[in-house]
């Protein structure tokens, strides 16, 4: 750009200096962000602030993000060039803010962190025959047969499971909305074994299926606790919560059957699109296993 640009720019960088007092750190972000765009001006043919127009501005985006660069990354940027602008726009150097409409791409949807089917079968396979012991089995594999949320689980009352054997229990979800989920066979095991030793804990007649050490229904930070604990027991690294364990039930369960609508039902979600995070998870094998075992694609080893 030509040395009167760049003089303007200077400018600009010493008004947030002294007029904003911006700390040193911002003002260096603020200087490589708007070098870049300069540096994009003088690559492009722009040697002026007023020949910047919008279509410039997302080309610039567009390269950056081509690169690799983060959504919230790019919306710093932008921040900064608007910033420009509108300085600008108050010396009478420019007429309009080429940036204000501009938006960067929107951030992905982080993918949940999902256990592998080996590490599901190890969690809920810790040894122990004491009550607490039984009772936390059953939590789990409830937990990774039906895809239960916490707060569903938590609600349950004895009566629940009182035809377990069907293989099917009603939870209560989202917007008190009733639904059916399947229990699995280890699962239904592990119910009947804390059935038989819930008694010599319920000492007033709790209603609730899950009880504490004293006969009270299960909080839920003590569901966490526990689940905490028994995966640091079993060695598995790492954050592992409960709705871990409802991720890890619909991308196995979507990875073997492949069908989309049969977990959103199972999930209780209403909308489609929230079951859909569970495809990506699902490509996300796939693409392992490509690049594994297809003769193309095989990574060379080192």
Request: proline share 4%; net charge positive; charged share 30%.
């Amino acid at each position: 750009m030509i040395p009167q640009a760049r003089a303007r720019l200077d400018d600009f960088l010493r008004s947030l200096r002294y007029e904003r007092n911006l700390s040193p750190r911002t003002l260096d972000a603020y200087r490589r962000d708007l070098q870049r765009f300069t540096d994009f001006c003088d690559q492009n043919g722009i040697g002026d602030w007023p020949q910047v127009d919008a279509e410039t501005v997302r080309r610039h985006v567009a390269r950056r993000h081509r690169k690799g660069l983060g959504s919230r990354s790019l919306q710093r940027e932008l921040s900064a060039l608007r910033s420009l602008f509108r300085y600008l726009l108050r010396q009478g150097v420019v007429d309009h803010n080429p940036a204000a409409d501009v938006q960067a791409p929107k951030a992905g949807r982080p993918l949940p962190k999902i256990l592998d089917v080996e590490q599901a079968t190890r969690l809920v396979s810790f040894s122990g025959d004491g009550p607490l012991d039984v009772r936390d089995r059953a939590i789990l594999e409830l937990f990774y047969s039906s895809g239960l949320r916490l707060s569903e689980l938590l609600a349950l009352d004895r009566e629940a499971v009182a035809d377990i054997r069907q293989g099917r229990i009603r939870v209560t979800g989202k917007g008190n909305k009733t639904r059916e989920v399947p229990v699995g066979r280890h699962a239904i095991a592990a119910l009947e074994a804390w059935l038989r030793e819930r008694p010599a804990l319920d000492r007033a007649g709790e209603p609730a299926l899950f009880l504490s050490r004293d006969g009270r229904r299960l909080s839920a930070r003590a569901v966490q606790q526990r689940l905490r604990q028994r995966a640091r027991q079993q060695g598995i690294t790492g954050r592992v919560h409960p709705h871990m364990l409802r991720h890890s039930f619909a991308s196995h369960l979507l990875e073997s059957s492949g069908d989309l609508r049969a977990v959103q039902e199972l999930l209780g979600h209403a909308d489609i699109r929230t079951t859909q995070i569970y495809t990506h998870l699902d490509f996300q094998h796939l693409a392992q296993v490509y690049d594994q075992t297809h003769p193309r694609a095989r990574k060379r080893k080192a």
